[in-house]
């Protein structure tokens, strides 16, 4: 029986490799690979984010093909390519796949899944869970009074953080700087999403979540995550069990148009209550895992590049006005007028995304399809399109692309490309693009800015070390989109001097303006 069952196995690999080599010449050509089936999935084991830039160096294709574990991939590394990619939403398709994500990644019922799937990619109009979730959550999150709720209650309690920093004059205070920046970031975010009874005010919650996401790549792909991702899933459980109890207390009512909306699609589709909770899990996801760490990078950056926090404060304290009264001087900035004023500090931030940022867009094919005329995509293969190779791109952002330039996004003194040409926006792939471009773009740049901000103008920074140094990024979660450090830096934190004694005053106008952060934002 030993012996059957080797010959089996044996025999079924032979039959897996035998069919994937199968390859229609038009297809993109093979991204070679010593060990057959398994040798580019222990190259995105050992480079992680950095494989397909490696492989992007070595191919000179624009679209190439690799082959793991049963699943054929085209990876495009051409931006032209990749804009007509987008152009194709129906046969090159997001939703399928963003659909099978959520219920794996949520462990989702049987039933909430099938319901999921149900017109997931809209081919028979806009209706189904899928569309009218996507639509409902961009109508909540675009700009205008919803968002501006949101970002009222945000900045509100990233003030309350940061006054736990102020000790008195002369004094310092010691903290571990992403996880600072995490606690900020999940306390402010779920309070303005979830409202007075967010779950995630239950520290076991938050401390729950956060095993979650450190396990989700096992429990995605990794080999018995009953297992392996036990902390994870058990994790996952916690936030589900606390979101169900406030679905059931209604509690949703008293929060954003974001938490209302995403509750009430679900129940009008047929979903029950204890798969919405497993589903908004997920929601909180997207919400939580690429902010705090580009916040965190975004403050290390400025505070370790040389001068660029002067010139940010420079910059800042233009729009800032002040009061005086027998108590002393408050300072008064208005974070709306951040975006449209403060170019450099905006042009960081861009920066900062396209220096440390390292998604992948991905699509599924639904049919065959000749792509530009060219190249053939065969049905049921995947696509994927990283933007850590579009950001890798020296033909695109010039001979400094390796490095952290804070102007790069500045229109007069950007650094040219290889060719002297400003780079062309749709190269920023930080936030996607396409119909699939991230909905929470704004929200999360807002709030970005506004930590940044009340951060740099209040406190002064340095290195406990005594030495400003980059941690490594090496164990970073793939399903991230956003680096994440290997390691905490411990920093201590002061009032800024020259400012000891000021009180400080953070103010939000109503606005329907938009940041065009993306190419998609400047069109409209």
Same mark, same amino acid.
């Given at each position: 029986?030993?012996?059957?069952?080797?010959?089996?196995?044996?025999?079924?690999?032979?039959?897996?490799?035998?069919?994937?080599? &199968?390859?229609?010449?038009?297809?993109?050509? @093979?991204?070679?690979?010593?060990?057959?089936?398994?040798?580019?999935?222990?190259?995105?084991?050992?480079?992680?984010?950095?494989?397909?830039?490696?492989?992007?160096?070595?191919?000179?294709?624009?679209?190439?093909?690799?082959?793991?574990?049963?699943?054929? &991939?085209?990876?495009?590394?051409?931006?032209?390519?990749?804009?007509?990619? @987008?152009?194709?939403?129906?046969?090159?398709?997001?939703?399928?796949?963003?659909?099978?994500?959520?219920?794996?990644?949520?462990? /989702?019922?049987?039933?909430?899944?099938?319901?999921?799937?149900?017109?997931?990619?809209?081919?028979?109009?806009?209706?189904?869970?899928?569309?009218?979730?996507?639509?409902?959550?961009?109508?909540?999150?675009?700009?205008?009074?919803?968002?501006?709720?949101?970002?009222?209650?945000?900045?509100?309690?990233?003030?309350?953080?940061?006054?736990?920093?102020?000790?008195?004059?002369?004094?310092?205070?010691?903290?571990?700087?992403?996880?600072?920046?995490?606690?900020?970031?999940?306390?402010?975010?779920?309070?303005?999403?979830?409202?007075?009874?967010?779950?995630?005010?239950?520290?076991?919650?938050?401390?729950?979540?956060?095993?979650?996401?450190?396990?989700?790549?096992?429990?995605?792909?990794?080999?018995?995550?009953?297992?392996?991702?036990?902390?994870?899933?058990?994790?996952?459980?916690?936030?589900?069990?606390?979101?169900?109890?406030?679905?059931?207390?209604?509690?949703?009512?008293?929060?954003? &148009?974001?938490?209302?909306?995403?509750?009430?699609?679900?129940?009008?589709?047929?979903?029950?209550?204890?798969?919405?909770?497993?589903?908004?899990?997920?929601?909180?996801?997207?919400?939580?895992?690429?902010?705090?760490?580009?916040?965190?990078?975004?403050?290390?950056?400025?505070?370790?590049?040389?001068?660029?926090?002067?010139?940010?404060? %420079?910059?800042?304290?233009?729009?800032?006005?002040?009061?005086?009264? /027998?108590?002393?001087?408050?300072?008064?900035?208005?974070?709306?007028?951040?975006?449209?004023?403060?170019?450099?500090?905006?042009?960081?931030?861009?920066?900062?995304?396209?220096?440390?940022?390292?998604?992948?867009?991905?699509? @599924?094919?639904?049919?065959?399809?000749?792509?530009?005329?060219?190249?053939?995509?065969?049905?049921?293969?995947?696509?994927?399109?990283?933007?850590?190779?579009?950001? /890798?791109?020296?033909?695109?952002?010039?001979?400094?692309?390796? %490095?952290?330039?804070?102007?790069?996004?500045?229109?007069?003194?950007?650094?040219?490309?290889?060719?002297?040409?400003?780079?062309?926006?749709?190269?920023?792939?930080?936030?996607?693009?396409?119909?699939?471009?991230?909905?929470?773009?704004?929200?999360?740049?807002?709030?970005?800015?506004?930590?940044?901000?009340?951060?740099? &103008?209040?406190?002064?920074?340095?290195?406990?070390?005594?030495?400003?140094?980059?941690?490594?990024?090496?164990?970073?979660?793939?399903?991230?989109?956003?680096?994440?450090?290997?390691?905490?830096? %411990?920093?201590?934190?002061?009032?800024?001097?020259?400012?000891?004694?000021?009180?400080?005053?953070?103010?939000?106008?109503?606005?329907?303006?938009?940041?065009?952060?993306?190419?998609?934002?400047?069109?409209?």
């Amino acid at each position: 029986m030993a012996l059957g069952a080797i010959a089996l196995i044996i025999g079924g690999t032979l039959f897996l490799y035998s069919h994937l080599a &199968m390859q229609d010449a038009r297809e993109p050509p @093979q991204a070679p690979t010593p060990i057959p089936l398994i040798g580019h999935l222990i190259g995105l084991a050992r480079s992680k984010f950095n494989y397909h830039v490696q492989l992007s160096h070595e191919i000179s294709s624009p679209i190439f093909t690799i082959k793991m574990l049963g699943q054929k &991939m085209y990876v495009v590394t051409n931006l032209d390519l990749v804009q007509a990619i @987008q152009k194709l939403p129906k046969v090159l398709a997001f939703s399928p796949i963003a659909a099978k994500f959520a219920s794996q990644a949520c462990g /989702s019922s049987t039933e909430a899944h099938d319901i999921l799937m149900k017109n997931v990619n809209g081919d028979e109009g806009n209706w189904g869970l899928s569309m009218e979730s996507h639509e409902a959550m961009r109508t909540a999150l675009k700009p205008g009074a919803a968002l501006d709720d949101m970002n009222r209650l945000m900045m509100q309690n990233i003030a309350a953080s940061l006054d736990d920093l102020t000790v008195g004059i002369g004094q310092t205070v010691e903290i571990r700087l992403s996880e600072w920046v995490r606690d900020s970031v999940t306390a402010a975010t779920t309070n303005s999403v979830y409202g007075p009874q967010s779950p995630f005010k239950e520290r076991d919650v938050a401390n729950a979540f956060w095993e979650f996401e450190n396990d989700l790549m096992s429990i995605l792909v990794g080999i018995m995550p009953s297992f392996r991702a036990r902390r994870g899933i058990a994790g996952r459980a916690t936030v589900a069990k606390a979101f169900e109890k406030y679905f059931l207390a209604e509690a949703h009512e008293q929060a954003s &148009m974001l938490a209302q909306v995403r509750y009430e699609t679900s129940f009008k589709n047929g979903i029950p209550v204890e798969d919405i909770a497993r589903y908004e899990v997920g929601g909180a996801l997207a919400l939580l895992v690429n902010t705090a760490p580009a916040a965190f990078w975004m403050l290390l950056l400025i505070y370790a590049h040389p001068g660029l926090l002067e010139d940010i404060r %420079e910059e800042v304290g233009s729009i800032m006005t002040q009061t005086s009264d /027998s108590s002393g001087i408050t300072r008064h900035i208005d974070i709306t007028s951040l975006k449209s004023t403060c170019r450099l500090l905006t042009s960081t931030f861009q920066e900062v995304l396209r220096y440390r940022s390292m998604g992948t867009s991905v699509r @599924q094919v639904m049919e065959d399809t000749l792509l530009e005329g060219q190249w053939l995509l065969k049905k049921d293969s995947m696509i994927q399109m990283p933007s850590r190779v579009m950001h /890798s791109d020296s033909s695109l952002w010039g001979h400094d692309v390796d %490095e952290f330039n804070p102007r790069r996004f500045l229109k007069v003194t950007g650094q040219p490309t290889s060719s002297g040409k400003a780079p062309p926006a749709a190269a920023f792939r930080a936030f996607g693009g396409g119909s699939t471009l991230c909905p929470g773009r704004h929200f999360a740049t807002n709030e970005i800015l506004t930590v940044v901000t009340m951060f740099v &103008m209040r406190y002064d920074m340095v290195p406990q070390s005594g030495q400003w140094t980059l941690p490594t990024v090496q164990k970073t979660n793939v399903a991230a989109v956003v680096m994440e450090p290997d390691t905490d830096i %411990e920093v201590l934190v002061s009032r800024r001097k020259g400012y000891e004694k000021d009180d400080w005053s953070f103010g939000l106008r109503t606005s329907d303006d938009v940041f065009a952060v993306v190419a998609e934002d400047r069109a409209k």
